[in-house]
């Protein structure tokens, strides 16, 4: 665990198999109150690392409370337990329901049958292989709804809340204007591209994230404290770099539809993926999950914008190049 300003630590919580390896833990203390920003997968190895994290600083869970940035299991898996043992559970109100809804967006899998083209014999295994399936919060939790322009205080640290929707429909980040930080949960990672995923065919996720990178850019920050990996300070260099890769990706789906008409799965096959793989076979199912989801999600992106049009057969639409 890090001080890394007075009262606000980091802990590193470690997430098994997984390709992010760790979330960022924020934990804050002042005026005999503690604020937890996220939690981690509901896994054991989860649950010592916070857990050793809490006691070393002495955290009585009766006065704490604990935001969730977003519904991702990595972030609120183990929100139940801290809830159960007597914290104050504070969420955004679109992912407060999706995580109450236990298995059912998991469930729900409309948009990979209609439209995705995810083969029917490695759908089930896929969900059940879903790390936001496995690690889970499983118990309801009574959340206390937070909204945009809402505040969260704990100290010397006050918090204005920021919905940047995108990365999911509630996600929310953290302000504070006085000692310029930004709390960015999976908005704006430094190291990694935060993955914007096609959740529902009425909706356009990634218009809606380069609208929230924007929402966030005017904002006077010096520390950016990410979900993952390394915090940082150049908040616009960042996003310039996060738009521009948005760009390339757009790009790239085009170029392989311009061979021919392709479901979402076809082209996530034939997209540059930073994955230690030489094929896209040999991507775990939970791997695939994610890239033809981000693939539904810039091809959803595309056809809002004119550039590419969609055939159904047999109950999977095939995208093309307008």
């Known amino acids: 665990m890090e001080e890394i300003r007075p009262g606000l630590y980091k802990a590193d919580l470690p997430l098994p198999k997984n390709p992010l390896k760790s979330l960022n833990c924020y934990i804050i203390q002042g005026d005999g109150e503690t604020l937890v ?6 896994c054991l190895e989860c649950h010592q690392a916070l857990f050793k994290s809490l006691d070393d600083l002495a955290v009585r869970l009766d006065n704490t409370k604990v935001f969730v940035t977003h519904m ?5 898996g183990q929100v139940a337990e801290l809830a159960r043992e007597g914290a104050e559970a504070y969420c955004s109100r679109e ?3 999706t995580i109450n809804a236990g298995e059912a967006p998991f469930l729900m899998m409309d948009v990979f049958i209609r439209t995705g083209g995810f083969p029917a014999q490695e759908l089930q295994n896929a969900v059940k292989k879903h790390p936001g399936y496995k690690y889970r919060a ?4 009574d959340f206390k709804i937070l909204d945009d322009g809402d505040f969260l205080s704990v100290g010397e640290y006050t918090f204005a809340c920021i919905k940047t929707p995108g990365h999911t429909w509630g996600h929310t980040c953290l302000y504070e204007k006085d000692k310029k930080i930004l709390i960015a949960g999976d908005h704006i990672l430094k190291d990694i591209t935060p993955n914007i995923s096609l959740w529902s065919d009425s909706f356009d996720p990634l218009s809606s994230y380069l609208a929230s990178l924007d929402l966030v850019s005017h904002l006077e920050v010096d520390l950016v404290l990410p979900g993952h990996r390394t915090i940082f300070t150049d908040l616009a260099g960042r996003i310039k770099e996060l738009k521009e890769h948005h760009q ?3 790009a790239e789906v085009l170029e392989v539809l311009k061979a021919q008409p392709q479901n979402a799965y076809e082209v996530a096959a034939k997209m540059t993926w930073d994955m230690p793989y030489d094929s896209f076979d040999q991507f775990p199912l939970a ?3 994610f890239a033809a989801s981000e693939a539904l999600a810039h091809l959803k992106y595309l056809e809002v914008k004119g550039l590419v049009g969609r055939t159904a ?3 999977v639409t095939s995208f093309f190049c307008r």
Request: charged fraction near 35%.
């Open 138 to 141: 499983l118990e309801q939790v």
């Open 37 to 42: 920003i996220d939690t981690g997968f509901n």
């Open 72 to 76: 991702h299991a990595d972030h609120s």
């Open 248 to 250: 390339v990706r757009a």
């Open 287 to 289: 791997q695939k999950w």
């Open 313 to 315: 057969r047999d109950g």
């Open 95 to 97: 992912d407060a329901e």
